[in-house]
């Protein structure tokens, strides 16, 4: 059984609505478990007992959730030499284009040695029943690959 873990920060809702839509795709696929996790709540141990990881953040300032920074800097330590090219996707909720919190977190990823496998969604703006979608999708994605072991 594949796990994916979905890590994300949502100050006005958005970004919520778009972690679940995630997990709703990634739980579509047979044989996943999906562990949907509040940035603040994400801990080493679940990031390093999943086989994926999907993370969400708001676009703050260019930049990424500090509530997400905040999972990263806990993490780091622990989890940098134990992590090595595990499956990433991104999904991001901005007011602008979002590319600023792309980079901040795929400069971390990095640094974690994490593997990018599939385009991330960004919402500019409202969050559409297309932009929902594009969220199933980018779930069942990661969970199909890590189901079939294919990353």
Request: charged share 25%.
């Amino acid at each position: 059984m594949a796990r994916i873990l979905i890590v994300y920060h949502s100050q006005t809702g958005n970004t919520m609505k778009m972690a679940e839509a995630v997990a709703e795709g990634a739980r579509a696929v047979e044989g996943v478990e999906v562990i949907l996790k509040e940035a603040a709540q994400a801990t080493l141990e679940d990031l390093l007992t999943t086989d994926g990881l999907a993370l969400g953040t708001p676009e703050n300032f260019g930049y990424m959730s500090g509530m997400l920074k905040d999972f990263f800097d806990r993490t780091y330590p622990e989890a940098q030499d134990k992590v090595f090219r595990k499956p990433f996707v991104v999904f991001i909720s901005a007011g602008n284009d979002g590319t600023g919190a792309l980079n901040s977190i795929e400069r971390i990823a990095l640094g974690y040695k994490l593997k990018k496998v599939f385009e991330p969604v960004i919402a500019r703006g409202k969050i559409t029943a297309e932009i929902l979608e594009k969220c199933r999708e980018l779930g069942g994605t990661i969970a199909g690959g890590c189901q079939m072991r294919i990353y």
